[in-house]
């Protein structure tokens, strides 16, 4: 024991003070509890000279041997209703002597210097208790203290032993469950008035910075993220609506005025979203993004000043977070959130270092990837309503603002694409896949397989006469490919079809060179066209089906059984972090196109030079293609 814990120390005090001392440790249980009540209101209005050798007295009630007999009169059962009123009394009295002495502590650790060592001494008493009064709560009796003000009062003391005792705390069995129970309370509790207001706000300022303090020892051991789930009421998976709601509570609004404290809150949950906690806990992030964490972030980052801390690094969270998948419902997010007016909040000496690659990958890589989905340019033309009045030269640098104006110029195209889109001018057709008919129709007079959702008939009979022929082996496996279409609106679909034929139809000098280009060094093999929308802009190409055989074997596979005549364009998207492929099987030139290009093909002369004068054959490949 720390000498500044000793009962000793009374002697040190004034007379009127050691004497009440000493009266609170002779008193009976019910009239020491009170005295240390009394004791604890009047803290505050006691010399700093004299608080600290008041310690030992609450130290001696916080006896963590007085535990195990408090457990034994809890499960005992009483011989008689007297008895079992007094053995009542007895524990109520023991829980307020003990909370109202962890409150004392806490009055005279907020405002005085204590020694280390005095510290760890004090936790070894205080932590046991802080346990039992948590995990005993269902069942001790009432004792007329709020909830929240007992779990805040946890609350504050374990931030501060974290604080200045360190590592020991964060080892203690139970503590981060602690924790985690009173997070959850605090972030549902009712607030009264203005003063329940402010003890739950501090209090989730303290779990915020012990957070913070504990994000190293999270990383080594996250088996610590499971406790505070369960703490919370469930597991893991609980925390990120709490990380979510956390911040939401701080910073409502994007007006909201960020004082050091708030900023301090808001920094308590940066760690949740670090790489480690998504290594260990793969679900984590997708719970984020389905909790809203993209808007939060966003809100966040526009209410933090220029000059606050963290700012870069919620920027950085903000863009990690918008690319996961599905990605344009996250930047959908994040535009209504107010992603622009957030990028434009500050000067360019903001967006340096770190901050200017990923403002790179945000403007260059991750909005146009996203400027093919319907959903996402709806969105994206309300939020540049008012683009003429950001100065993006004084904002971004010299290449982060190409990267702008590049940017500004895929979505007008594809603005331009939406508004002929839903005028109803811009329509893709759809073919009919029984192999006997294969005309093309629209959307109003064709219907989709209800199994695999791929094959489309203009009628019954062409549905029965497909089934018949094959389409009842292929259907259930088509059907698992479905997943990659899942997250996308049915509208959504329906643009991406649009576009697909937008691209094909203005372009088509470019696909007829790649289809000349394709049967001239693969004359044997079966095509595929690949419109690639990975960084925005379309690029095309005309690779063999084998190609594609891991990412869609059993569709390769069919279409060798068909010799080809399954027509397959192929859109390369980025499906999260990673690019992935959407089937669309729909022909866009006529049912005997291939064999025409490979009969003029075998008529060129092999001079060993036909790929060098591909322009020169090129009228004749955009005649075949005009072919139905």
Known sequence: MHASLKLSNLSRLPFSLKNRARGVLSASLEQAAQDVKKFCTDLQTISSDNRPFLLPVFYTFLDPLQIPATVDQLRSTPTSEASGAAQT???RNRVLLTFYSLQSIQAILALDSISLQALSDLWACIWPWISFLDGYSDNLPECNIPATTKLSTFATLINFFANDVGKEIFSSPGVFAVVGRTWAHL??????????EIIVDEALSDISQFITQAAEHIRKHPDSLDDLGQGAGGLVSRLPSMVVSHLRHFIPHSDTVVTKDIATSVCGMVPFFFEDVQKHFPAFSRALLSCGAVPALITVLRAFGPDQMLVEQIFALSVVHISYFPRHESITEALRAGLFPALFSYDTGRWKGAAV????????????????????LVQLRLSLAERDSWDAASTFTTDNLADWNAFLELANSRFQILNDYDSGILKAPKMCDNMQCMALYSDEDIQTCSGCRLFRYCSKDCQLTDWRNDHRWVCAPLSSHRNDYSTNSARDKSFLRALLHHDYTTQREIIAREYLRFVLEYPNLLPVLVFGYIHGACSIEVDPLTLLINTLDFEAALAVTRDGRIQYQIMAVMNGEKPSCLLFPFREVGRNFWEELRAYA???????????RLDEYLPVVLELMQRE
């Open 602 to 612: 075998a008529s060129l002369p092999l001079d060993g030079n036909a790929l060098g």
């Open 89 to 91: 009394d007895v524990i």
């Open 187 to 196: 972030l549902n509790c009712y607030k009264s008035d203005d003063d329940a």
């Open 357 to 376: 690659l990923w403002l790179k990958n945000l403007l260059s890589r991750i909005l146009p990837g996203s400027t093919i989905y319907r959903s996402t």
